[in-house]
DNA sequence: AAATAATGTTAAACTAGATTAACTTTTATT
DNA sequence: AATAAAAGTTAATCTAGTTTAACATTATTT
């Protein structure tokens, strides 16, 4: 069981879509475990199946893909009070497409696959706040998708920039770049551009 | 309340995630109302709040986003048992960034938003359903992003024909060109190579 | 059957972004 | 402080996909 104090940005963070008796909250934290990672350190591995959705209580983690040249592409960075997993291998229990590494010491809330079946039993109320969880990602994916048919590369920079700039701050350029679908040269050709602006 | 006999494909959908009991159906039922659409007609306009999540017992919606130099982007197409809707707009009742359009006559069942929270409240194992048909839309939003990181446009488009054949018949050529985000004369340039290959 | 509108094709000129490669700056390691 | 490794820059060349525009084919309407 894990203390309740580490796991506060957990409860903060439910309590923002679902209300939760003291009960009700006991067993959610009884049906985690925390863990620490390294900067480098991998929570999914492409080919694993994922067993773990980790809530970030620090740190930082991209997911990734790496496709059949070879070539690595960023679908997601995340960090403190964002949710990261393979969802897809892990509603499954099938391997991961993608690989989800620490970018930073991160330390994590993790429910496994089973544990958390099990908890959505003795607590349903937790099936809202999935719910909701993921019609706010389903969302901000089709933007995404939309953004990527309608941008030219330097507006889709200004608005991860914009929308995250402490992610900004943390990252490597070439992250970003990757993030964005673009090339780490081309993404320093249009900080150059924007500059003498 | 809608008939049972025009729900079928509705309750079949459903059972597929969660059984529900012979009463639970019929709250369900009560709950919903059919809707049929004329070809050309829009469910969802760019602006307005969208009030229903869609259900197609019949016919072929797509869902396109006009950007600011007045290209259509299409973001989605919908044909019998899929669901079709603005959720961004749906979830928050505000104003919607898509366009729902039917490509054909179309009859839909149709969840307003505060019906459906009323059904909720009613028959909590829907989140289950919600949670789950959300997870599956999630994870294949993220792979679309994937394939357009790492897909030349005629992978995609081999993709496209060979994970919804049945769309492609039904659709026109332009237009799987905007979903594929390229324009319709390079899907042409695309399929006259395919076909002298 | 003719006319119109919608859809699809071809080809030339163009451009956003990729590739390659050499170089610079910053950060981490000894 | 020196060295190596990681990250970022610049510039020339290249290419996948766009734009423009004229034309061809297929549906739809009268």
Known sequence: ?????????LL??????????HEEETIVL?????????????????GD???YSSFILSGCTKTFYVDDKGQEHIIMFAIEDWWTSDIGSFITQTSADYNVQCLETTETIQFSYYAQEELLQKVPKLERLFRMMLER??????????????????????????QYPEIEQRIPQYMIASYLGITKEFLSKI??????E
């Open 1 to 9: 069981m894990i203390q309740e104090k580490k796991a506060q940005p």
């Open 30 to 46: 009884s049906s985690v475990k925390y863990r620490k990672y390294l900067k480098g350190q991998y929570i999914v591995q492409q």
């Open 137 to 162: 990602a389903f969302v901000a994916s089709q933007k995404r998708i939309v953004r990527n048919f309608s941008l030219t590369a330097k507006e889709q920079y200004l608005h991860f920039k914009e």
């Open 49 to 51: 199946v994922c067993k």
């Open 191 to 196: 900080k150059s551009q924007l500059a003498s």
């Open 12 to 21: 903060d963070y439910i309590r923002r879509f679902v209300t939760l008796t």
